[in-house]
């Protein structure tokens, strides 16, 4: 089974601080992403990349980077967190392919509160 | 307007009762469409692929219907352990689009 790992269950950190959320996967897949989920908006694209050193954009990228050095691991960073970014970080890897073909696997979510 | 969007429910259903809820996709042009399920504080796992002719996965049935750009879910014979939230998701430029869910609770 395709395990993919994210560092922390649960974190908290203080507005303004920088903020790492890691994400490794096991499986050789092309494609990981990172989501938001908040109550009420379901989940919310913010970076994905289909190879290493590559990124593009989601949905809500504003206030995020992301940094894919290695092919299983793929970082997402808050440069300087606010309070509006507290939420449930998701991240997913899919086999092949430029972007989302098929289905995705989920790591089991970073419960993130800035205060 | 939103890019998938789904009645957040609650369906609230006896066991043994069949359930049924549609998700609306904006993009004509979409491209591929998934159901996934989320159980409370648990990570998104796919339940099925929604194929252009539906299909079917033992109680569970997906159908697409591309002229009113709508997929639906189809639960029959509920059990409890159908209770939690049902994701749409949509395949939009190699992106993967999502509902906001609809929860799902079967009681006995």
């Known amino acids: 089974d395709v395990k993919v790992t994210q560092s922390s269950r649960y974190l908290v950190k203080r507005t303004g601080e920088k903020v790492f959320l890691e994400c490794v996967q096991d499986m050789d897949h092309e494609n990981m992403f990172w989501y938001r989920q908040d109550p009420g908006l379901g989940l919310r694209l913010i970076y994905f990349?289909?190879?290493?050193?590559?990124?593009e954009k989601g949905d809500i990228p504003e206030g995020y980077s992301v940094s894919r050095e290695k092919k299983e691991r793929f970082s997402l960073i808050l440069e300087s967190a606010s309070t509006n970014q507290t939420s449930m970080y998701l991240c997913?890897?899919?086999?092949?392919?430029?972007?989302?073909?098929?289905?995705?696997?989920f790591g089991s979510g970073t419960q993130l509160s800035v205060l | 307007r939103k890019e998938v969007e789904q009645d957040p429910g609650p369906f609230n259903v006896p066991e043994g009762a069949t359930v049924a809820f549609n998700c609306t996709y904006s993009n004509s042009a979409s491209q591929s469409f998934f159901w996934y399920r989320q159980d409370c504080r648990k990570e998104p796992k796919l339940l099925m692929s929604?194929?252009?002719s539906g299909n079917e996965d033992g109680r569970f049935t997906a159908q697409l219907n591309r002229a009113s750009q709508y997929i639906s879910l189809l639960i029959r014979d509920s059990k409890l352990s159908d209770s939690a939230t049902y994701l749409c998701a949509v395949i939009n430029d190699y992106k993967l689009s999502f509902g906001a869910g609809t929860t799902v609770t079967v009681r006995a």
């Open positions: 929604v194929y252009s």
């Open positions: 990349s289909y190879d290493v050193k590559m990124k």
């Open positions: 997913a890897s899919s086999l092949g392919g430029a972007g989302a073909r098929e289905k995705l696997f």
